[in-house]
């Protein structure tokens, strides 16, 4: 009996031992979602921003900002024009745009390519906004008119019309001092039998020498607004033509003899604007 009970007591105890090493006996493993949230990344909110997209609804406008109401025959005319967008942060490359006149004015209505006989200052591969200019000359009198076109993408943009009134150029007249004979030498008489002659600013003047005996010339005195000499002239020979563009009197006298014609009772030439 004794030795049933003891074989019972020894079998419980190797049971317990055996349950009691199946047990870890290194640290607790961390569970599974816990390792998951601590090695996964966070997120970010960093993106790469795209590249902005051409801006091709901003309206193009056109406009002359410099011409001239009157010009000259034959003289150059210079336009400036500008492109703008109608929004200030937009901007265009890839344009075409030139200056086109002509002598007849096109309504808004009936413009085309063609609408202008002529074409100036034409730039390819422009940009907006940008300023740019034409000169060209127009050989005859007349009205001209003009618009800056800019075309882009197929699309043409006008500026509004201009128009520039074209003047002839009236040559300046030249007038003649004669110098006669007749008297102490290198007396000056005026076309119109006068000592002095008016003329305009621009105007020229000759002496015309009818002293067979002696040279002449006409020679600026000291004061006059601005110094000349007209070159000599032998007997029935013309002197140069000196032009007088600055108004005031001048007072001359002969260049070949410079004591004479001075004073009150020598030549005078009274410029007038």
Known sequence: M????????????????GCAGDAPSGPASARPSETAAE????????TSAPAPAPNRTAQLNV????????????????????????DDNASRAGLTTSLRWGPTSRADDALADDAYANEAGKTEGAEAPGDFEATFTVASAGTVYARAL???NGTPHWSPEVSIVVEAV???TIHTVNIFAAGPIGTFVGMSNSM??????????????????????AEADAGAPE???SGG??????????????????AYHCGVHPGTMTGPAGGRIVVQA
Do not use: M
């Open 2 to 17: 004794r030795a049933a009970v003891l074989a019972t007591a020894l079998a419980f105890l190797v049971l317990v031992s």
């Open 227 to 229: 110094a000349f000499h």
């Open 39 to 46: 090695t996964a990344p966070s997120p970010t909110n960093e």
């Open 150 to 152: 800019a075309v882009d």
């Open 63 to 86: 406009t002359i900002r410099d011409a001239p109401a009157k010009a000259k025959a034959d003289a150059p005319i210079t336009i400036r024009w500008e492109l703008r967008l109608d």
């Open 170 to 172: 009236i040559p300046p």
């Open 196 to 217: 002095s002659i008016t003329i305009k600013a621009g105007d020229g003047v000759k002496w015309h020498n009818n002293d067979n005996v002696a040279s002449h010339s």
């Open 233 to 250: 002239a032998g007997g029935g020979q013309d002197t140069g033509i000196v032009y007088f563009t600055k108004t005031g009197t001048y």
